[in-house]
């Protein structure tokens, strides 16, 4: 397996623009899960979903923010307008049932300018 | 908020010597992860110690769990230079959760 795939692995996006980012899971992985992090804040739970459905979006900043798993294959979080408050590493992490390790992608560093 | 803590934030060694992190928390927990971050990668975990298990080994890794201290440790045995990251302690939020929290993590150097 090649592991949690985010795409993309960089983005520089100005102000005011929309900003998707693109997560793949393991595959029977049943749980997923997005984080942010920055140097201040360190690494934020934003929203998890199992079974493809969303279970807790309590993390998600503000209505700019918006996640969907459409399948048990992809799932996307959408910035909508961005701000430079913003600019982070947003990670996508993956596992199967509650009770193992999660497994991390490589993250997308969203900066926005 | 936080669930972990882990101290110290920063810790420089020379490698052959053995590092060893601390992570304390506030809630009870069901099991307590450590993972290890290199500069600009993702997350890898290493290693889950369940609340009724006190510790556990992995090649030079050892965890140990004290949940009536509400902490736990993390010993990395002969350190050598590609040890050097950053490590995190995580736990699920409340017993029972299926989110983890993570802190802010230690940053290992480890010296050659």
């Known amino acids: 397996d090649a592991g949690v795939i985010q795409s993309p692995r960089h983005e520089v996006t100005e102000m005011g623009q929309e900003v998707t980012l693109r997560c793949k899971p393991i595959?029977?992985?049943?749980?997923l899960f997005w984080y942010r992090q920055t140097m201040m804040r360190g690494l934020e739970l934003l929203i998890y979903?199992?079974?493809?459905?969303?279970?807790?979006d309590s993390g998600m900043p503000e209505d700019r923010f918006s996640a969907k798993m459409p399948n048990a294959s992809f799932s996307t979080l959408k910035i909508q307008p961005s701000e430079p408050r913003d600019s982070a590493v947003y990670f996508c992490?993956?596992?199967?049932?509650?009770?193992?390790?999660?497994?991390f992608g490589s993250g997308t560093r969203l900066t926005v300018v | 908020s936080q669930q972990g803590e882990e101290d110290p934030q920063a810790l420089s060694i020379q490698e052959g010597e053995n590092a060893t992190m601390n992570c304390s928390y506030k809630?009870?927990?069901?099991?307590l992860q450590w993972y290890r971050q290199n500069s600009g990668r993702g997350l890898v975990h290493l290693i889950l110690?369940?609340?009724?298990?006190r510790e556990k080994h992995s090649g030079r890794l050892r965890v140990t769990l004290d949940t009536s201290k509400k902490s736990s440790s993390l010993l990395i045995t002969a350190s050598r230079a590609a040890d050097t990251a950053s490590y995190f302690c995580?736990?699920?939020?409340?017993?029972?959760?299926?989110?983890?929290?993570f802190g802010k993590g230690t940053k290992l150097t480890v010296n050659p």
């Open positions: 979903f199992n079974n493809n459905v969303p279970i807790d």
């Open positions: 110690i369940r609340s009724n298990e």
């Open positions: 995580a736990t699920d939020a409340q017993g029972g959760s299926e989110k983890l929290v």
């Open positions: 809630t009870s927990i069901n099991n």
């Open positions: 595959s029977g992985h049943d749980y």
């Open positions: 992490a993956s596992s199967f049932k509650r009770t193992f390790g999660y497994t």
